[in-house]
């Protein structure tokens, strides 16, 4: 019902940056999109919150990545970014967006997630 593309990844030398996209869309169907977030799991590690951000703008981020990722969004656009600096080699994993979403027909809730977008630091 939501499809969430993520775009951005990609291979990185360690000190770089990447800027991860994520557009969500519904067809026909009216949504509201909640709270947004990207999430990532490495080989071998669970899936792990990296950071989240509200229709209003309030963020949170995990503590590995404060002062270094930035989450943003664009209401307009359905779309949630993710800014990384100073990646490390351990910041390498699939990332995934996550998104939070009403059924304004139903007032029901769901969480959808995207296929995910691979993001190697390495030199």
């Known amino acids: 019902q939501v499809q969430l593309v993520e775009s951005g990844g990609g291979l990185v030398q360690p000190g770089g940056s990447l800027r991860l996209s994520c557009a969500a869309s519904?067809?026909?169907?009216?949504?509201?999109?909640?709270?947004m977030g990207w999430y990532r799991q490495a080989p071998g590690k669970e899936r792990e919150l990296v950071a989240t951000i509200t229709t209003g703008g309030s963020t949170t981020y995990a503590d590995s990545m404060k002062g270094r990722f930035t989450i943003s969004r664009d209401n307009a656009k359905n779309t949630v970014y993710l800014q990384m600096n100073s990646l490390k080699p351990e910041d390498t994993a699939v990332y995934y967006c996550n998104a939070q979403f009403t059924m304004v027909v139903t007032g029901r809730n769901y969480v959808d997630w995207g296929q995910g977008t691979q993001v190697t630091v390495s030199s």
């Open positions: 519904a067809s026909g169907v009216r949504i509201r999109i909640n709270a």
